[in-house]
């Protein structure tokens, strides 16, 4: 295999568009992705997204492409309103019932491979200890870690039991920061011990019961490397979480278009800096040219000697045993996806949970007040 193409099968891609538009071809005739993740703007409707993922599977070659979403539920849902949107993660904690989470995970699985998504960037795995947190807060199922590791591996059981790809994040945990990575590089000060003891625990739960994949956060953790972001330290990729945790599946980064990275490094220099830190798959979510120009920057530093062909090949390897582990396929999705989308079982799920947790939190509203007075 060419060098570019080895490189670019370690890339998953964001695109503009609800069809495989002229530009997009364009691109894959040079580039050859992981895969693809698709936003709102690239759904409109059922019949509209599986004529768009089995138009993007044409262009794989030996092994189907990835197709990822996030869709957490609550308001990180990518899917158009004919699709059955569970409520948040916290409110799903908030019933402390994993047979709830797995049951919510499974449908998600099953009306996303109706459509040909085949991953999920799910379950968050993130506790939410600070309630000033600008970004996770209600995607957490919850601030206590047995809570979390609970309802975080039924949700990863419930999508990988029904052929969906989980990937857990962020880690090693997003749950203290007091700023949004998506607009700066947040930093955490707790103490390794406390990392050990509450952030790392359901990741560690998570990787014992086989989640196929992990997404590193981009936040610097002082306690771990007071220099770089996890997404770009040896120290925590490689270091705490395959050599330490043990974890053997693919490491994702989060969308390295983020600024929490590009306000420190050009996109080019941050995806060499992954690769050697240990991540196995580059996700950039939105621009073309940054897409290029990162793939074409990771060739050059195989080319040059400052980044192993050993290393790229390693996770190569993964994600092609990712997708084997799945049989992912490139046929189009069956016939009958109006009967498995949004159906009634569905959404009677739905409904349950959702009364079920506004019960909950009422409750506890009530009993919380009453101990105050």
Known sequence: MAIRDLVSSLFLVGFQGTDVSPQLAN?????????FIVFSRNLENPDQIARLTASLQTYADEHPFLIAIDQEGGRVSRLPPSFTIFPSAASLGACQDPDLAYEAAATTAKELLAVGINMNMAPVLDVNTNPANPIIGDRAFGHHPDLVKAMGVATMTGLQDHGVIACGKHFPGHGETTADS??????????????DSVELSPFRDAIDRGIAALMTAHVRYMALDAERP??????IVTGLLRETLG?????????????????C?????????????GCDMLVICHDPARQSRAIEAVVRAVEEGRLSIDRIMASHARITALKQRFHLSRSAPPEGITQIVGSSAHRALCEKIRHLSASLIAQETTDARHETR
């Open 27 to 35: 691109w894959l005739e040079t580039y050859r992705p992981a895969g």
């Open 182 to 195: 998506h607009v700066e590089l947040p930093t955490v000060t707790t103490s390794r011990a406390r990392l």
């Open 230 to 235: 996890a997404t770009l330290s040896p120290s």
């Open 247 to 263: 974890f053997t599946g693919v490491i994702v980064t989060d969308d390295l278009e983020m600024q929490g990275v590009l306000d």
């Open 265 to 277: 490094l050009l996109i080019e220099e941050a995806s060499v800096l992954a690769l050697n830190a």
